[in-house]
């Protein structure tokens, strides 16, 4: 199912807003985005880099880590009130505008 980002982020706010605690400190949140980083740095590093799992390594993926980024991306900027589709438009924005001709463009006019 194709949810929006807004959705998303109501979602993970019902989610969090169950629990006495709520969301972790902004400081909190980003030491758990670097961790959750560095778990992708080990999937994509086992799936493309010179180094294999070992065979008691848990079975983790690519897409689940993903998944936990977007979690607490979505988490950090609910709880500093961002909406996340207003980020987006403003960075791609600055992408279109600042970084128009950075990159050799795709010829689609054939």
């Known amino acids: 199912m194709e949810k929006s980002l807004a959705e998303i982020q109501r979602e993970v706010d019902k989610y969090i807003s169950q629990f006495k605690e709520g969301y972790f400190s902004p400081l909190a949140m980003l ?52 909406d996340l589709t207003t980020a987006h438009n403003k960075v791609m924005e600055k992408f279109n505008t600042r970084d128009a ?9 054939s």
């Open 31 to 82: 030491a758990r985005m670097t961790e959750e980083v560095g778990e992708l740095a080990r999937e994509v590093n086992h799936t493309y880099g010179e180094k294999p799992k070992k065979p008691t390594e848990e079975d983790n993926s690519i897409e689940l880590e993903l998944g936990d980024i977007l979690f607490i991306t979505v988490c950090f900027a609910n709880s500093l009130g961002i």
């Open 101 to 109: 001709n950075r990159w050799t463009k795709v010829n689609t006019d």
